[in-house]
């Protein structure tokens, strides 16, 4: 016998080190079994050739987990079997004992013979108690994986079917049925689960007759699950009665359907006339009688179940309830796989980067439409047959909810929106915790960042970024939206934007997306939006469901024509709705009912009759007369009032807005107060909105101007009753609904058409007026000398405007010249968007040019106003972000060609701005004036100043180096094409970065563009410490960003993928795909992991050595085994990667010691076959072998020991090697114990997997664990 004293490595050290807590304590509650200070074996002690074939296989133990605390739990993880939340043994309730038996053994009798020999042939022994779910989950789970996993959708009938949601749907009602077991009532006869067993066992080979098999078990499924509830509710300690027994009756004929489809699906599986189901399962109503029986029998359960209401609803317990509502919910997925692609984040860096994707409160929006519904509406629309076939079916697909005006349809949507929603609250029910992604979106008119495609796509991105089962993540492509948009330039597009949508759709189980008022967006949102659903549902390789409520206008139907050819579309009216007006003036005729005492109920009864029918579906009408109705206290009155309702909903509002006289201050203050709503860049609050109409009224009405005492909120909220309303919440005026502001641009009257000017104007003026007094205000008090110490001058000015600085001489009630008020800050930010609005054609534009030219300087550009130069120095710096230009920029402020330019201005300004031009004057940054166009985006500009004679390849400002540079940077493909074709040069460099290398980080088109206009696919960027770009070539910056369509276009141009830099130490393509973020993961579905395969397969160097100072790696390989990408791994090796590659800044000897130590079983079989060396002694690591990693590593398993002893054939005699201490090598901290989770149900199973272990290893020689 070999003994030998504790090592300092070695298994010990290993079982030591892997349960000590952070703190080097042990932990008293979770020590596990430790070794003895002593490992002995016998010599000779390899286990023999008759040792490994005795040796027996792995059982199969499922599971247990506690019961889930809701019963509408039915959710499951696609992962493995061990995510279905129920246990093994399933205690039988002592109610009504036998019931669920009874009733199957009656269906099994009543069933044909056929069905009956059938079951006869294929009933196992399954006892009473013994719970079928983990085994029929995981005969779903090995069903889908026999099959391509590359095959992600199934075209049939004109439709991408996806394969992948119907195993989930078999798998969710599984895991429900199986919750209701616990929680209720006992599972159902043992009869159904074999005939279920039977049918998922049958091998088939083609992926069509997968699907046909998951889809008709889902639709048993779904009627078990329903039996066994109505069961519980209905059957369970409740008299019998007639509605009862018919209901005993209904479930017995259910049941007996339920196996004779079972035995009828498997004998057409058997021949082969399986794809005769297709039909059926993807459009309920056609197709084979026999599917469509099955789908009739769930109306026949809920007609009987509604007939014991009566009886039972009295005595329900809250959690019957809960059931029932389980059954009108979708059942939710989880999906194991997501957890790839998040990454966890402290609460603070969250917030970062949720705010830079969006700031749009849709939920202040969502809750708006809540509180305001009522009860009991549009329950229509989810019970709505269409609806709930799109919903169900497993194929992309869209729905639009068409509606006229007024017809209320944000409240439909609302209430989809709660469907799926998961509010804070929820946070810890069960049936919450899924992976599936939802946004939602409410555009509207008015308010122009609810209008914009940029700005749908960035609140649905932010929304997706996260899924409620995973709390704390985020998804890994919002991380590098925010990380690469840290450079001030590089804003989101909607070519990022849709490349982000379509990794979270390929990602999670299913997304859905909720678009509400389609119709209130420009024409081109409304085509983009269309454009990029259709392209997110034909490319993506997830499950996308859009739902778009609108008016049926002519242009939408138009842009979804297309999902009409592909028979994605299903739409319907909201002429239903009938129902939901009566219900909602039922409802106010309650709140009412103490002053409407003296009111008949046959006034009542002809109320709600007369705005129903005359409402003809629009519930805004209804709603507007009902504020008429309800005031009154005479029957007479009401009658009278019923006899001359107006006709439609344009005539009520302007029943309302005739309620003041023409000459009446009431009217005139309410016109003001609707054209500044109507025509504002962004929502004013009450303070900004009277301000407004006060310095407009004293400009133009003189000593007729408003008497301040008149401007307050309850004047304005009364005045503009209906027509304006305040949101209390986010303190904003708007129009309570979209047809009022097209109610007043559609009838276009004067002081309509004259409003765009009249508001020019005050906003030009009061910006003069602001900055000729702005030295009475700056610089603040006392507090001058600390900022011009402590912080750059642009920031001071900004914090001072934010109000993030106290004003100690400020006013106490200021007025709207002070720079800080609300009407002030939105003129700095809006002025000039306000001017370029005008149209030509506007009979006021000469007056907003003499406004214009008297504050920029009437004596012409190169001379400016004193009120201008302020301006330039204080607004400017003080507005950096909400402009697209800097102080800089504008400077020297004398000359205002510069901001004129900037800001657009030239159009109003023909012939004044461009007096005595200068081509060739520089700004303050040295940039001329095409390069300032093009940065602000102004693509006329560049073309007018190319005419006039500007150089296109001036060299200016290292910054933007060119003028394509400049629009390079801002992502504006409309000018960079347009200065290709002029003649610029694709081959400048703009900060020591190529201008091709800047071109890949924005999409193959702009790569596409520089290449045909001659850009050198191989130019390098400098590595200047400073301004250089890590990238170093753009095909290094395609892969690094995922593009693939980018990589091949570079490569296609003659791109090398081993280019050969000046600088040794810079990274090849390959690198940077890897080097993009240290903690990113190789997944299958990421294009970087596309990219990293291209580049394998273009010959990339698969052994490049990486700059460990910047990551934790030193090699591709290293990189993708740390961070858990097998697949990626495995590409590596397969492609000539050292599968010898040490991991020593990880703390691993080798690749292999890192997957045996990990339990990777498969990986490691992989290792050996490629030539992995089990066999030597391992050179880094606490486990001095492989042997040693295999018994001790807390993460290696029995199943692991088992191969590397009786499938490698190690030698028991390296439990004996030492380990390689750490500290002896000067090594990193070594992540794996820094990062070891403090779960303690992981760490009991850890325990109870290394005590099997040991075991195992005492039955195979004469080992002794001393003490």
Known sequence: MLSRKEPDGGCLAVLSSCFKGRDGTGSEDLQPPRPTNAVTVEKNSSPTAQQRESTPSISQQSKTAEPSPSPSSAIVGSGSSSSVQVSDQISSPTKLPGTQLSLWQEAYETADGNTQKWIDENVQEWTENTNPFPELVDLVRSSEKKHDEKVWKVEIGGRAISPRDYTNKVTCCLTAIGDIAINFAPAPSPIVWNAVKKLLQTNVSQMEDLVCIMGCTDMVLCLIRRGIVYQEVYLSDHPVSNSHEDLRTKLVRVYKSCLEFLAFVHEELKQGNLKRFFSALLEPGHGKDRVLDVKALEQELESSARACEAVVNQTRSNKHLELLKSLQLPLKKIDDGVIAVLAKLEEREKTKVMDYISTIRVGGHHNEKCTTRTEGTCEWLVAHKKFREWEESSCSSMFWLQGSMGSGKSYLSS???????????????????????????YCYRSDPSRRTTVSILRSYIRQLSEVPGRPGCVHRASVELWKSGQNIQNDLTITKCKDTLMEFINGYPRVTLVLDALDECEDETKRELAELFQDLMRNSRGILKIFIASRKELDIEGYLEPFQDHRSLVYISTSDNAGDIERFITNEMTKVAPQWKSISDETKLRVKSTLVTKSDGMFRWAYLQWQYLKKFRMNTQIVQRLESLPQTLSAAYDEIYNRFEPDDFQRLMLQRAIRWVLFAKRPLNTMALLAAIETESERVDGDKAFDKSDLSEPTLEYICQDLLARDPVLDIWKFP??????????????????????????????????????????PPAGLKEKWEKEVPFEYEVSLWFDGFEPDPNGPLNPGPLYPRHPLQRYTHREWFNHVNDIPAQDPKLSDVVQVLKLFLGDEGPRRSS???????????SGMRLPYTFRWNTVTPSWNSAFGIIAMNLTRLLPGWWDKDIDLSELNADGQDLLTIAAMTGHASLCEDLLLRGCEINRKVDSKSQSALGAALGIGRIDIVEYLLRQGANPNLAMNGQSLLCLASSKGVEYIRAMLDAGADPNIHCSKHPMYGCADICALSMAASQGDIDGMKALVEAGAEVNPKYADPDSESPLESAVRRESNFTFIRDHPRYDCSRLLLELGADANIRMDAYLVRYQSPLEAAVSVHSTDFARALIEHGADIETPMELQGYGNILAYAVEKGDVDFARFLINHGADAHSPLKLGDAGSILTAASFSPESSLDMLKFVIEEVHVDLRQLEWPGFPRQERGLMLNYRFAKREEDEEKIKAQIESLEERKRYLSSLADINWDD
């Open 866 to 876: 004193a009120e201008y130069k302020i301006f330039c120095k204080y607004i400017v």
């Open 737 to 778: 609904h979209a047809s009022v502001a097209e109610h007043f641009l559609l009838k276009a009257e004067p002081w309509i058409q004259c409003a765009k000017a009249d508001i020019a104007i005050s906003l030009i003026t009061l910006l003069r007026d602001c900055c000729k007094d702005f030295d009475t205000v700056w």
């Open 415 to 441: 209430k989809v929106i709660d469907r799926y929603l998961v509010c804070e609250e929820d946070g810890k029910d069960t049936v919450s915790q899924h992976d599936e992604g939802f946004g939602f979106f």
